[in-house]
C-alpha cells in the first residue's frame, strides 16, 4: 500500500495588528497556491489554518518526508504571502523567512515542520495541534501524558495493544543530538530531561515492538525549530505544531486532549519573554491580545481518507474546556501581576536572546567591585 505523507509547515509571515492574527487574505493567497498544487497533483489534499498570528499549511502528499518539492512549494507559499502582507502592511511582515532564497529544505530557515510519513490504517484520525506566543518544549508536557502517563491515558493499563508503552524520541537542541527512550522503563530519566523543556523537546513518538503500528511510522511529531538559534536574534517565538495519531492501538482522542485541561506554563508570550499559562481555544479565539497572550493552543482533528482530510472538527471548541480557560484566566491576572519579576519574566539565561542585553549594555560600565 503506498504510504502517505502529512505535512505541517507554520510560518508567521506578518500580523494583523501587530503579532495578533493572521489576516483573511493571507489566508487566501495560501489557498490559492495549495490548490494549485493540487491541481497538478502535487498535494493529495490541503488545509489552510491559523493560530494567532501564524499560518499554518496542513498538506497531504506521496512523495514523503523532507521532499524538496513540497517544502519548496511551503516556502513559495509563504513568500506570495509575504507579498500579500506587504501590500497590506501587516506587522513584521516576512517575520519567520530567515533566509533570501529555498535551498532544498525549510527546515533552518525559519518555518516550523512537523512531518509524518504514515500507512494509512483502516480508519487513521488524525490531530493537527497549532500553538501561538511559546516554543517547542511546550509540547513536552502533553505529548509526555498522552503517551506515558497512565493518570492520563487509561489505555497504558486497559488496552492490551499499548500496555507496553512508546519509545521516544528526545532531541537536545543546544547540541543538535538526539537519544530514543523507552516508557515505561525509561521513564524517570526521560522525565529528568523533558522536564528542562527550553533544551530537550520530545521530536517524535513511535509504537514499540509487539503494536501492530509498524516501529518505522511515528505516532507523534513536533516541529522543534529554534528561530532564534537560526537568526542569531529574537524574531519571535518559533510557535510550534504537533501531529497525533489516535485510536486502535494508540491513546484515543479524549487522551490525546485531556493533557490541555491543565493550562501549564509555558514560555513565551509577551516578547517571547515571560511565563504563562497554555490555554486551549477554539479556532476563532485563537487571537492572543491580552499582554500578547497568554499563549494559545488550537486542535484540528480529521479522519484520513486515502490522503484526503475530512475535517477539521474545531476540537477544543467544547464547554468541557471552559473551566481550564478559566482557570488559565485566574493565572494570567496571578502571572501578570508579578510584571518585570522572575518568574513570570523568563530566567535572566532565555533572555540572552531578547533586546534586554541591549539595555544592560548601557549600565556595564556603572558597576564597581563590592567590598
Ligand atoms: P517591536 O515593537 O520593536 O517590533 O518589538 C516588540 C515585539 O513585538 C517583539 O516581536
Ligand atoms: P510571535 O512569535 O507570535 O510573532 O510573537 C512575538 C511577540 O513578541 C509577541 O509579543
Ligand atoms: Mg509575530
Ligand atoms: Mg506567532
Redesign the pocket.
Known sequence: MTKITISLIKADVGGYP??CSVHPELIKTAEEKLEEAKKSGCLVDYRVMACGDDLELLMSHRTGCDCGDIHGLAWETFEAATETAKGLKLY?YGQDLLADAFSGNIKGMGPGVAEMEITERTAEPIIAFMMDKTEPGAFNLPIFKMFADPFNTAGLIIDPSFHHGFTFEVWDILEHKKVLMNCPEEMYDMLALIGAKSRYVIKRVFAKPGSKIPQSEPVAVISTEKLYQTAGK???KDDPVALVRSQSGLPALGEVLEPFSIGHLVSGWM??SHNGPLMPCSFDTAHPTRF?GPPRVIAAGFQLAEGKFVGPVDLFNDLAFDRVRQRCLEITDYMRAHGPFEPHRLPMEEMEYTTLPHVMDCLRDRFVDTE
Open positions: 501587530g503579532h513584521g529574537y524574531v519571535g516578547r517571547g500578547d
